[in-house]
């Protein structure tokens, strides 16, 4: 198994510009999230699914979109990137709809400039 | 205040040392908690659950005490290895949210 993977692992955007980070998981989880990373703030959910067709906002939501058309993959888009936006993103996922362990992907690195 | 809170650190130790986080969170209806650890630039990855009886895993354990609202990592003779940040994770929301504190860094010297 692959586990979770997100794909672009860095990335530059010029503010204004959109683009869609990737994550796909192949263990067959319900649950997937969407977090970013700032230093000294911690993790913080951006966007969550339960399951194929359910998506929620987490606690930063503005700015960014998401869909869950299958079970195995959970982009998320950036509408029009603006410098505070920069920030590490990772993508995680769990069995059930009830978040215990969760595997996070590698992270990507976006820079909006 | 914040959801769940943590000592930043860093916590600096000598190899072989016992060291020991603690973490509050504010919403006492949570109902599981757990350990993360995160190497620099490195995804986060589950080091420990934490139960209400408390538990052990070799080196770590781990504590819980929902009355005053905390748990506590203990790790016993430090390796080099376990130099990393050490995330307090707490499930809220009704099971669909896991909030993170922002990590207590950790570096064991020789």
């Known amino acids: 198994n692959a586990g979770v993977t997100q794909t672009p692992k860095f990335q530059v955007l010029k503010t204004g510009q959109s683009m869609t980070l990737q994550c796909a998981q192949d263990m067959n989880h319900e649950y997937m999230s969407w977090y970013r990373q700032d230093p000294g703030m911690g993790l913080r959910l951006i966007h969550y699914?339960?399951?194929?067709?359910?998506?929620d906002q987490g606690e930063v939501p503005n700015g960014y979109n998401v869909s869950r058309s299958t079970t195995e993959d959970f982009p998320l888009r950036l509408l029009s990137a603006a410098p505070s936006q920069t920030s590490v993103y990772f993508c995680?996922?769990?069995?059930?709809?009830?978040?215990?362990?969760?595997?996070f992907g590698p992270g990507t690195r976006l820079t909006v400039t | 205040r914040k959801e769940v809170e943590q000592d930043p650190g860093p916590f600096n130790v000598p190899e072989g040392a016992t060291v020991a986080f603690n973490c509050t969170y504010s919403?006492?209806?949570?109902?599981?908690f757990f350990w993360y650890r995160q190497d620099c630039r490195k995804e986060p990855k589950l080091l420990m659950s934490v139960y209400s009886s408390g538990n052990e895993d070799g080196r770590f354990t781990a504590q819980l005490n929902r009355a005053s609202q905390y748990i506590s990592l203990l790790i016993r003779d430090s390796k080099l290895s376990d130099s990393a940040t050490y995330l307090c994770v707490v499930n809220t929301g009704g099971g669909n949210k896991l909030t993170f504190g922002t990590g207590t860094q950790l570096k064991v010297e020789l």
């Open positions: 699914s339960v399951g194929a067709g359910i998506t």
């Open positions: 995680a996922s769990s069995y059930g709809t009830s978040v215990y362990e969760q595997y």
């Open positions: 919403n006492s209806a949570s109902q599981s």
